[in-house]
């Protein structure tokens, strides 16, 4: 109760300044609008049915980039991590592709699909597959010795080594990799809708519109909600997740 009593106020402060600021109208209104307009803008959106239909828009196509960065993040992540060969070669690629921002895939995602869904869920991939593979490959190289000579002592190989020994070992890396990815999904996304939407209304397409129609509330209030769809997902998602592990490992501690 006390943290969340901290944050509330901690937030409360900054939004009355935000107000004080706005209405000492330093700046033109349509510049820097006030914490009230915002949320008159938020309200409208949502009475109007645009912003939950950009929400659901801009949700699937990150539940299908993300779906696949999984399921080829942590099959490299395995390879790389287990095999040698893999590691000094395509291991060698992925790290360095990683030091590359996400939103320079955007020319090379237009040239090969153009302007289409293909073209942003491509960069949504490409933002999120490679910390995936490098935490798994991670959590994999740095699997205790000891854990893979006792499970070997007593008969386990193949793929009963890596379901019941490697894996659960690495599995605080692998959820690690899949929150950096989450959050470099999220943010892909947005620069490849804010360059295509479509004609659907999604989260980047109301970004695209506010700023063409100089309407400074409606792209701050587009903002907050992804923030808020962010604060979400690790709240309901990865932080349940991270604490269980937590108390698995016995490495527990209040948040």
Request: aromatic content about 12%; overall charge positive; proline content about 3%.
């Given at each position: 109760?006390k943290?969340w009593l901290t944050r509330?106020?901690f937030?409360?402060?900054l939004?009355?300044?935000?107000?004080?600021?706005?209405?000492?109208?330093?700046?033109p209104g349509?510049?820097?609008?006030s914490?009230t307009?915002v949320l008159a803008?938020?309200?409208?959106?949502?009475?109007?049915g645009?912003y939950?239909l950009?929400?659901?828009?801009s949700?699937?196509?990150?539940?299908?980039?993300?779906g696949?960065s999984?399921?080829?993040?942590i099959t490299l992540?395995?390879f790389?991590?287990?095999i040698?060969?893999v590691q000094?070669?395509v291991g060698?690629v992925i790290l360095?592709l990683q030091a590359l921002?996400?939103?320079c895939?955007l020319p090379?995602?237009?040239?090969w699909?153009?302007l289409?869904?293909?073209?942003?869920?491509?960069?949504v991939?490409m933002?999120a597959?490679?910390?995936?593979?490098l935490?798994?490959?991670?959590?994999?190289?740095?699997?205790?010795p000891?854990?893979?000579?006792a499970?070997?002592t007593?008969?386990a190989?193949?793929?009963?080594?890596?379901?019941r020994?490697?894996?659960?070992?690495a599995?605080p890396?692998?959820?690690?990799g899949?929150?950096?990815?989450?959050s470099?999904?999220?943010?892909?996304?947005?620069a490849?809708?804010l360059?295509?939407y479509?004609?659907?209304?999604?989260?980047?397409?109301l970004?695209t519109m506010?700023r063409?129609l100089?309407d400074m509330a409606q792209?701050?209030?587009v903002?907050?909600?992804?923030?808020?769809?962010?604060?979400?997902?690790?709240?309901?998602?990865f932080?349940p997740v991270?604490v269980?592990?937590?108390?698995r490992w016995?490495l527990?501690?209040?948040?």
């Open positions: 109760m943290n509330i106020g937030f409360g402060l939004i009355i300044l935000w107000e004080v600021v706005a209405r000492l109208e330093i700046w349509y510049i820097f609008p914490f307009s803008s938020m309200w409208y959106g949502f009475a109007d645009s939950p950009a929400i659901l828009i949700l699937r196509r990150l539940a299908v980039g993300y696949i999984l399921l080829l993040g992540g395995l790389v991590g287990r040698p060969i000094k070669t060698s360095g921002p996400s939103v895939w090379l995602a237009l040239l699909f153009g289409s869904e293909k073209a942003i869920i491509f960069v991939i933002g597959v490679l910390s995936i593979s935490s798994t490959a991670d959590g994999i190289r740095n699997t205790p000891l854990f893979l000579q499970a070997k007593m008969g190989a193949g793929f009963q080594l890596y379901s020994v490697i894996l659960p070992a599995l890396s692998i959820v690690s899949m929150k950096l990815g989450w470099f999904a999220w943010r892909s996304l947005m490849g809708e360059l295509y479509g004609g659907m209304a999604s989260l980047g397409h970004l506010g063409e100089n792209v701050i209030s903002m907050l909600m992804i923030v808020l769809i962010g604060l979400l997902v690790d709240f309901l998602v932080a991270e269980r592990i937590r108390e016995g527990h501690t209040s948040r």
